[in-house]
Every structure is written in C-alpha cells, then in structure tokens.
C-alpha cells in the first residue's frame, strides 16, 4: 500500500509534463528552442577560411603548353655603347705581317718557289694571295695554310713559273 502510492507517485510525477494543459506561447517558444540548437550545429559545422586563398587550377585538355606570342621590342639604346664603330681591317697590311726565315722555310724557298708568312689567324687562302698580290706584285698558284701549336697561323704561298722566290726573296728582304 505505501509501497504502491509511491509507485503511483513516481508514475504521475514522470508522467505530468506530457498529461500538462498546453500553455499559449509554447509553440512559438518550442520553434525558438529548435532554431537557436540548429544555429549552433551550423556554426560548429562552418569552417573558417584560410589565410591563403586555395585556387583551383585550370583544367587542361591538349598536352602541349604553347608559349602565349609576347611584343619582342628590338633593343633601343639611348646612347651607343661604344664611342665609334670598330672598323674593320681587311687591307693587305692586316693580312700578311710578316715573313719566315726558318731553315725549312729557306729549304721551301729554294727547292720549290715558294714563300712562307706568317699571317693573321682569321685570314683565308684567297685573302692571302690577294694580299700577295697587292704587297709583292706576285702571282701566287696556290696557298697552303696551317694553324701552330703557340697560335699562329703559317702560310705557304707557292708563287708561278714566271717569278723566281730567290729573287723575290732577295727583294723583300729575307735572305
């Protein structure tokens, strides 16, 4: 009997808030609640942005990267580098500086007409005999050429039948 009315107490006790009258506001009031517990999921779910902006990259779809054709300006200098322009010199006198007096030049002089110089390293076989030509008054047959070991370049100026390399020699001075 107490034991039961105890029973029947805890029984109405747990059973009276949903036996209750329905008050006036408690819908609007339920509606809040549910609004203000949706509002705070939401927020606990919104990620916070990055200080660094992640960017996508750009979808591709050919294999090749072609270059994007740019304006290429020609160089436009307010003053010359340079004081003048260096002139080139391409006269005999630049070609031909100056004659061999070695044993095996001597030897090439006398046995088979034929001039040996030293000349500059940039010059070829026609300016060579041009410049011969121009300095000695002689016509030359063939040039043969070949570079040193210290640099220089040595040319073999084999002259024509008409001109004797002794006597040519003998003139410019080298015997």
Same mark, same amino acid.
């Given at each position: 009997s107490k034991?039961?009315?105890?029973?029947?107490?805890?029984?109405?006790?747990?059973? &009276?808030?949903? $036996?209750m009258p329905?008050? /006036? =506001?408690?819908? +609007? #009031?339920? !509606?809040?609640? @549910?609004? &203000?517990?949706? $509002?705070?999921?939401?927020? /606990? =779910?919104?990620? +916070? #942005?990055? !200080?660094?902006? @992640?960017?996508?990259?750009?979808?591709?779809?050919?294999?090749?990267?072609?270059?994007?054709?740019?304006?290429?300006?020609?160089?436009?200098?307010?003053?010359?580098?340079?004081?003048?322009?260096?002139?080139?010199?391409?006269?005999?006198?630049?070609?031909?500086?100056?004659?061999?007096?070695?044993?095996?030049?001597?030897?090439?002089?006398?046995?088979?007409?034929?001039?040996?110089?030293?000349?500059?390293?940039?010059?070829?076989?026609?300016?060579?005999?041009?410049?011969?030509?121009?300095?000695?008054?002689?016509?030359?047959?063939?040039?043969?050429?070949?570079?040193?070991?210290?640099?220089?370049?040595?040319?073999?100026?084999?002259?024509?039948?008409?001109?004797?390399?002794?006597?040519?020699?003998?003139?410019?001075?080298?015997?």
């Amino acid at each position: 009997s107490k034991a039961t009315v105890s029973v029947l107490n805890c029984i109405s006790a747990f059973l &009276a808030p949903l $036996t209750m009258p329905a008050a /006036k =506001n408690t819908g +609007k #009031a339920t !509606a809040n609640k @549910v609004k &203000a517990s949706s $509002t705070k999921k939401v927020k /606990k =779910n919104v990620v +916070k #942005a990055k !200080a660094v902006a @992640v960017h996508k990259r750009k979808e591709r779809f050919i294999v090749q990267f072609h270059r994007p054709y740019t304006l290429r300006t020609k160089p436009d200098p307010k003053c010359p580098h340079r004081a003048h322009p260096a002139v080139k010199k391409n006269d005999a006198y630049s070609v031909i500086k100056y004659p061999l007096t070695t044993e095996s030049a001597m030897k090439k002089i006398e046995d088979t007409d034929t001039l040996v110089f030293i000349v500059d390293t940039r010059a070829n076989k026609i300016q060579i005999k041009d410049a011969v030509k121009k300095l000695y008054d002689l016509k030359a047959v063939k040039v043969n050429t070949l570079i040193r070991p210290d640099g220089k370049k040595k040319a073999m100026v084999r002259l024509d039948a008409s001109h004797d390399a002794l006597d040519v020699a003998n003139k410019i001075g080298i015997l």
